[in-house]
């Protein structure tokens, strides 16, 4: 079974400049979470998606972040513009309905500088 | 406010003694208390669970403790493994549809030969 995929791995960009990151989930899992992970932290969601709708997104910074989940498959998350605290590891999950067991990728590491 | 704290940023242990990585948490709504592994470069596995209605549970070399009333969590790694070297961290789960998974800061475990 292939795992949850994610690009690019990393990428440098200058503050205030744009930059997205694309996640395909395990097949079959209705559940899709974006966390951001900053060095030394434990990782943070952002954003919850059931299928193509929104569950949760409490935490995600809305003046900058973005996240579709268009068809209820692949994600994108997007940030315009970046700044140098949004250097991170950007994490995507994926789960079946209701499960707490979610399914890493390999993260993108960012670097704003 | 961290709701989640693991307080041993690092645990340097001998191959073949017992491991305990320690989390304790602040609210009491969460359903389930899982363990996630992670090593460099790679998203979180999931390792371990325990339901809120139980005080221990069991696989192979790996057991976790639930203290409820103390809000305490604790694994045990016992015999320990090279393998076993990785950030581990603690992790609550409160269902219900949001399902997005609190994290505390995780604690590296390095294990000795």
């Known amino acids: 079974e292939a795992g949850v995929a994610q690009s690019p791995r990393y990428k440098i960009i200058e503050k205030r400049q744009s930059v997205a990151f694309w996640c395909n989930p395990i097949s079959g899992h209705a559940t899709l979470y974006w966390y951001q992970q900053i060095l030394g932290q434990g990782p943070k969601l952002l954003i919850q998606?059931?299928?193509?709708?929104?569950?949760?997104d409490s935490q995600l910074p809305k003046d900058r972040f973005s996240a579709e989940r268009l068809k209820g498959v692949d994600s994108t998350l997007k940030i315009q513009p970046a700044k140098l605290e949004d250097s991170a590891v950007y994490l995507c999950?994926?789960?079946?309905?209701?499960?707490?067991?979610?399914?890493f990728g390999p993260g993108t590491r960012l670097t704003v500088t | 406010d961290q709701q989640v704290k693991q307080n041993s940023p690092s645990l340097s242990v001998q191959e073949g003694r017992i491991s305990i990585l320690n989390c304790d948490y602040t609210n009491s709504m969460f359903d389930y208390f899982l363990w996630y592994k992670k090593y460099p470069a790679e998203g979180p596995t999931f390792l371990i669970s325990?339901?809120?209605?139980?005080d221990k549970n069991e696989d192979g070399r790996f057991t976790v403790f639930l203290n409820k009333s103390a809000k305490h969590l604790s694994l045990h790694i016992v015999p320990s493994q090279p393998g076993d070297s990785a950030v581990y961290f603690c992790a609550l789960y409160s269902g219900g549809g949001a399902d997005g998974l609190t994290f505390g800061k995780g604690t590296h475990l390095i294990i000795q030969p």
């Open positions: 325990i339901s809120s209605i139980k």
């Open positions: 999950a994926s789960s079946l309905q209701n499960s707490y067991e979610q399914y």
């Open positions: 998606f059931q299928n193509n709708g929104v569950v949760d």
